[in-house]
T-cell receptor
Framework: QKEVEQNSGPLSVPEGAIASLNCTYS??????FFWYRQYSGKSPELIMS????GDKEDGRFTAQLNKASQYVSLLIRDSQPSDSATYLC?????????????FGTGTRLQVFP | DAGITQSPRHKVTETGTPVTLRCHQT?????MYWYRQDPGHGLRLIHY???????DKGEVSDGYSVSRSKTEDFLLTLESATSSQTSVYFC????????????FGPGTRLTVL
């Protein structure tokens, strides 16, 4: 089992719809969760961080965390073609007694007009 | 955006040659990281630094070495490049270690023939 898993996609949604991106992780002790957006050929940029169970909203983005079920999700409301990118989930995982930030392989989102 | 630059941005080299990639930051962040990104694998940590002259290995460190003689510079060296090291390399920085927010540089595309 991979430490951080994401569906590679592509996830295709029409403009104006809600895009839902999911991520599961293996370490029950994980405390820090991040969503990065990566446009093709560009570097990852942080869009959301979440540390507590529940929802965290920032503009059109909502991160949801459920530690009991070990998943974190990202909702994008009113999706725009400019949201088309790969979304990376990152989770802190204890690796060889050291806390490391582990990235999923990303979900590609396509928003069509 | 953290002020992070990487050089070179693109490089083509031959198997067996040494290669050094440079990461420079202007944010005075204590932590610096080198990742590689490959299709199907996501971002994988090569080495990281938690201070001047303080470095440690990541999950894919074989064939790579690093040095950090100044806060602002973190060098990644491939002693003898192999085709399996063809990848996109990203430098990242962070105020705190491990699971905290990381800011990424623009990346270096390296091709080893």
């Amino acid at each position: 089992q991979k430490e951080v898993e994401q569906n590679s996609g592509p996830l295709s949604v029409p403009e104006g719809a809600i895009a839902s991106l999911n991520c599961t992780y293996s370490d029950r002790g994980s405390q820090s969760f991040f969503w990065y957006r990566q446009y093709s050929g560009k570097s990852p940029e942080l869009i959301m961080s979440i540390y507590s169970n529940g929802d965290k909203e920032d503009g059109r983005f909502t991160a949801q965390l459920n530690k009991a079920s070990q998943y974190v999700s990202l909702l994008i409301r009113d999706s725009q073609p400019s949201d088309s990118a790969t979304y990376l989930c990152a989770v802190n995982i204890l690796v060889a007694n050291t806390d490391k930030l582990i990235f999923g392989t990303g979900t590609r989102l396509q928003v069509f007009p | 955006d953290a002020g992070i630059t990487q050089s070179p941005r693109h490089k083509v080299t031959e198997t067996g040659t040494p290669v050094t990639l440079r990461c420079h930051q202007t944010e005075n962040h204590r932590y610096m990281y080198w990742y590689r990104q490959d299709p199907g694998h996501g971002l994988r940590l090569i080495h990281y630094s938690y201070g001047v002259k303080d470095t440690d290995k990541g999950e894919v460190s074989d064939g790579y070495s690093v040095s950090r003689s100044k806060t602002e510079d973190f060098l990644l060296t491939l002693e003898s490049a192999t085709s399996s090291q063809t990848s996109v390399y990203f430098c990242a920085t962070g105020l705190a270690g491990g699971p905290d927010t990381q800011y990424f540089g623009p990346g270096t595309r390296l091709t080893v023939l």
